[in-house]
């Protein structure tokens, strides 16, 4: 009945309450909400939120106004129509399904290395559950680092990052004060932003004389890296006149990226990962300690396709085939979504229905959550069902699966999130046994960018398996 002028429910976002939003998602297809200078139409049904999605020619993708300063205005993600498209085109060799076999290896390492901290740390703990977010955390930070740039960052390098992370996340808040003001959650924020660009430009620059002298590709940095070669030494055969035989040409001719370019488009890869990845981290940690039954039958089928050494390494293939594995990220994706709202603006009056058109520079949100929830798409959508991907039709609702959006701007990195997901699960089923502290808030949701539990930090006690 009463809003405050100007700041708006500013107030009340500072501390969202994932109930709220969903009671404003329930409350029609279309609803409004005004904060500082900002007018916010959000869209909640599945169809408007893929018509937003599907709709280029009235919306771009926005963020928070802090982001432009974090991830700077000149970023790819910022990047709109025909020149966007030419961007996105040059990184799709890096989310090949050859390049993704190439990461196995290191995110391997990765797991064996954190998971045998784990437990280091529940024995220093004498067997008592403890909360484990943080560390869910660090080890997306580590995972990511060393699939994204690989040995050229150091340990510390990636501890850091890791713990002021978070202050990032909080800067990006969809919610925030507009202006960065000395030691606001945005100046923090600004401060660690700067920190990660500065780092992976020193890696980018590492990675360039390595694999110039002839260094094999190990990471995303390095397939990028090793592209900007092959093309740029093609294009210097065509220049010298030479008829080079069409076998020979590079699969994506891409130009010359500068180390800070390089380091911003790896920064937006940790952005889209690093949240997301620890939600879904999380929430898989305590589903499978509270619903033991699943947690058995994904250990069996990677113990069957591993020949019972928890340390043999997978293919790819093998990997994909796991059902239960598979059908187990998929459910945690769905049952609880990492991205639950994606920020668009409006590039000009958007008629979004026949009766209501959005003014030009609105913020237009399509919910992702509404979809992945919708009883004609997902029988009994409020419960934990794995089997529905495996028996049932939930792989054929692809309208609904919203996880990770849809039209020109969907995630690059769907299939590498998913693999990885049930990389980490299957990994950590064999390798570990745990329980959790259960609460009557451990399947509450809190919103922090993403879903956590509500008991934000579950409290587990991991041991060996």
Same mark, same amino acid.
């Given at each position: 009945?009463?809003?405050?002028?100007?700041? #708006?429910? $500013?107030?009340?976002?500072?501390?969202?309450?994932?109930?709220?939003?969903?009671?404003?998602?329930?409350?029609?297809?279309?609803?409004?909400?005004?904060?500082?200078?900002?007018?916010? !139409?959000?869209?909640?049904?599945?169809?408007?939120?893929?018509?937003? %999605?599907?709709?280029?020619?009235?919306?771009? /993708?926005?963020?928070?106004?802090?982001?432009?300063?974090?991830?700077?205005?000149?970023?790819?993600?910022?990047?709109?129509?025909?020149?966007?498209?030419?961007?996105?085109?040059?990184?799709?060799?890096?989310?090949?399904?050859?390049?993704?076999?190439?990461?196995?290896?290191?995110?391997?390492?990765?797991?064996?290395?954190?998971?045998?901290? $784990?437990?280091?740390?529940?024995?220093?703990?004498?067997?008592?559950?403890?909360?484990?977010?943080?560390?869910?955390?660090?080890? =997306?930070?580590?995972?990511?680092?060393?699939?994204?740039?690989?040995?050229?960052?150091?340990?510390? @390098?990636?501890?850091?990052?890791?713990?002021?992370?978070?202050?990032? &996340?909080?800067?990006?808040?969809?919610?925030?004060?507009?202006?960065?003001?000395?030691?606001?959650?945005?100046?923090?924020?600004?401060?660690?932003?700067?920190? !990660?660009?500065?780092?992976?430009?020193?890696?980018?620059?590492?990675?360039?004389?390595?694999?110039?002298?002839?260094?094999?590709?190990?990471?995303?940095?390095?397939?990028?890296?090793?592209?900007?070669?092959?093309?740029?030494?093609?294009? =210097?055969?065509?220049?010298?006149?030479?008829?080079?035989?069409?076998?020979?040409? /590079?699969?994506?001719?891409?130009?010359?990226?500068?180390?800070?370019?390089?380091?911003?488009?790896?920064? &937006?890869?940790? %952005?889209?990962?690093?949240?997301?990845?620890?939600?879904?981290?999380?929430?898989?940690? =305590?589903?499978? *300690?509270?619903?033991?039954? %699943?947690?058995?039958?994904?250990?069996?089928?990677?113990?069957?396709?591993?020949?019972?050494?928890?340390? @043999?390494?997978?293919?790819?293939?093998?990997?994909?085939?796991?059902?239960?594995?598979?059908?187990?990220?998929?459910?945690?994706?769905?049952?609880?979504?990492?991205?639950?709202?994606?920020?668009?603006?409006?590039?000009?009056?958007?008629?979004?229905?026949?009766?209501?058109?959005?003014?030009?520079?609105?913020? !237009?949100?399509?919910?992702?959550?509404?979809?992945?929830?919708?009883?004609?798409?997902?029988?009994?959508?409020?419960?934990?069902? /794995?089997?529905?991907?495996? &028996? #049932?039709? *939930?792989?054929?609702?692809?309208?609904?699966?919203? !996880?990770?959006? &849809?039209?020109?701007?969907?995630?690059?990195?769907?299939?590498?999130?998913?693999?990885?997901?049930?990389?980490?699960?299957?990994?950590?089923?064999?390798?570990?046994?745990?329980?959790?502290?259960?609460?009557?808030?451990?399947?509450?949701?809190?919103?922090?960018?993403?879903?956590?539990?509500?008991?934000?930090?579950?409290?587990?006690?991991?041991?060996?398996?």
């Amino acid at each position: 009945m009463w809003k405050a002028p100007f700041i #708006g429910p $500013f107030l009340e976002s500072v501390n969202p309450d994932f109930k709220a939003y969903h009671a404003k998602w329930e409350s029609g297809p279309l609803s409004c909400v005004s904060v500082f200078h900002k007018f916010v !139409v959000i869209a909640s049904t599945r169809d408007m939120a893929r018509k937003i %999605f599907n709709s280029p020619m009235f919306v771009k /993708p926005c963020v928070v106004d802090a982001a432009y300063k974090l991830l700077r205005p000149q970023n790819w993600v910022f990047l709109d129509g025909k020149a966007h498209v030419d961007y996105r085109k040059g990184l799709n060799g890096l989310f090949t399904r050859h390049a993704l076999e190439q990461y196995l290896p290191i995110q391997e390492q990765i797991y064996n290395e954190y998971f045998q901290k $784990f437990v280091q740390i529940s024995k220093d703990n004498n067997g008592k559950h403890v909360p484990f977010m943080g560390e869910f955390r660090e080890l =997306q930070c580590a995972l990511s680092c060393r699939t994204f740039v690989g040995q050229y960052i150091t340990e510390e @390098a990636i501890k850091k990052i890791a713990d002021d992370y978070y202050l990032i &996340t909080a800067a990006l808040e969809l919610v925030n004060f507009p202006i960065i003001l000395p030691f606001t959650k945005s100046w923090y924020g600004k401060k660690s932003a700067d920190m !990660v660009l500065e780092e992976f430009s020193r890696c980018a620059a590492k990675a360039k004389v390595r694999v110039a002298a002839g260094g094999d590709n190990k990471c995303i940095l390095d397939f990028w890296v090793s592209a900007m070669i092959e093309s740029e030494k093609y294009r =210097q055969r065509i220049a010298t006149g030479e008829n080079v035989p069409d076998t020979e040409k /590079p699969s994506m001719l891409i130009r010359e990226f500068t180390d800070f370019e390089i380091s911003m488009t790896l920064f &937006t890869f940790l %952005f889209a990962s690093q949240d997301a990845t620890s939600s879904a981290n999380t929430w898989l940690f =305590q589903i499978m *300690a509270d619903r033991p039954e %699943f947690l058995e039958k994904v250990r069996e089928e990677n113990l069957a396709v591993r020949n019972g050494d928890i340390h @043999a390494p997978i293919s790819l293939d093998n990997l994909e085939k796991l059902p239960w594995t598979r059908a187990v990220v998929k459910e945690t994706l769905r049952y609880r979504p990492p991205v639950i709202m994606v920020p668009y603006v409006a590039k000009k009056d958007f008629p979004i229905t026949p009766e209501y058109t959005v003014p030009k520079g609105s913020m !237009v949100i399509p919910t992702t959550y509404m979809a992945l929830h919708d009883p004609e798409a997902y029988h009994n959508p409020e419960s934990f069902i /794995p089997e529905r991907w495996i &028996t #049932g039709d *939930a792989d054929k609702q692809v309208k609904n699966w919203l !996880v990770f959006g &849809t039209g020109p701007h969907y995630c690059l990195g769907q299939v590498y999130a998913q693999d990885n997901l049930m990389l980490m699960i299957g990994k950590a089923s064999m390798m570990l046994d745990w329980d959790h502290q259960v609460t009557d808030l451990s399947e509450e949701i809190k919103v922090f960018a993403t879903l956590f539990p509500m008991v934000s930090s579950p409290a587990l006690m991991l041991r060996r398996g």
